[in-house]
């Protein structure tokens, strides 16, 4: 069995996860991105998958709207690689604040936004928790064509974790292409307006990186405000909201459980459950490799 099925549609380079928009037409939805109309109060979230996009999405959407309640959809309703009428997008008022979100590699996202500085906010996680937290998503999420339960992915662990981050085929181009990317287009100047979160200082001292995020906004947000987003936004809280008005219908209906494939554990140092000794020195070994010219520093415990 390969490690990438072959219903995954391939764009350049990459392999992008089977969304019915890219299914039914993959250079037209690139297209789309391409030509976006970017406007200079959008803010875009950028990560690579199972980074805390959500958790970000929703930090934001409290600050912007300056009340720590919950937005009322999920992230993906402004996914631009996943989105199926981009004029829902362009129908918004230019006095509301756009708040996307994206995976696709730096290259790929909409030029008008990248080159005219517009607001980028850029959330990066630990490459051994991103792994088992991507495993573990994709285990969970139905065939996006079908409806039903995959039985061509996820492979066995072994094999994912022996392939993740190597070789040529790789999602979204691979963790460490798309955060090395990054990393360069900041220390050029291509990217000029990039708030930069590391999930887990976010978690273990999340005040500080709220009120930096809120300035970079250009938000007011009192401390007695941050504090009840902080909490709002726990993970215990936010792999349980719906009760609240979150609309839980599609994410229950692509769940293999039934249940809120979205958040699983949102811990730091998982993936010691999951990797063998000698899977861990394999990995940390590519790690090293890998990153040898990076100045990034994660957190892996």
Not at 164 to 182: A, H, I, P, R, S
Not at 193 to 207: A, R, S
Request: hydrophobic share 35%.
């Amino acid at each position: 069995m390969p490690y990438i099925p072959e219903r995954f549609p391939r764009y350049k380079d990459y392999v992008m996860p089977p969304f019915p928009a890219l299914k039914k037409d993959l250079s037209g939805q690139y297209d789309k991105i391409k030509n976006f109309d970017s406007r200079d109060s959008d803010i875009l979230i950028c990560t690579f998958p199972k980074s805390g996009t959500n958790w970000v999405n929703e930090i934001i959407s409290m600050m912007m709207r300056g009340s720590a309640e919950y937005d009322t959809v999920y992230k993906h309703t402004a996914m631009l690689e996943a989105l199926n009428d981009f004029g829902a997008l362009e129908q918004i008022p230019e006095s509301t604040t756009r708040i996307l979100n994206s995976h696709i590699p730096l290259g790929d996202l909409p030029p008008k936004h990248i080159e005219n500085g517009y607001r980028i906010v850029h959330v990066m996680r630990n490459p051994k928790d991103v792994a088992v937290s991507f495993y573990n998503h994709m285990a969970n999420i139905k065939d996006m064509t079908t409806m039903k339960p995959s039985t061509d992915f996820p492979i066995s662990w072994p094999l994912f974790i022996e392939h993740f981050g190597q070789g040529e085929e790789q999602l979204y181009g691979g963790w460490f292409n798309y955060v090395k990317t990054f990393e360069k287009a900041k220390e050029t100047g291509k990217l000029s307006n990039v708030f930069t979160i590391y999930y887990e200082q976010l978690k273990q001292d999340p005040m500080p990186i709220l009120k930096a995020l809120a300035a970079f906004l250009g938000v007011e947000a009192s401390d007695e405000l941050l504090e009840e987003i902080n909490d709002k936004c726990s993970f215990q809280k936010m792999s349980t909201i719906g009760e609240e008005g979150k609309d839980n219908t599609l994410v229950k209906k692509m769940s293999t459980t039934g249940k809120n494939f979205l958040f699983r554990k949102g811990e730091i140092g998982d993936w010691k459950n999951w990797f063998t000794v000698a899977q861990n020195e394999a990995f940390t070994s590519l790690i090293e490799t890998q990153m040898k010219d990076s100045k990034l520093k994660f957190i892996f415990e």
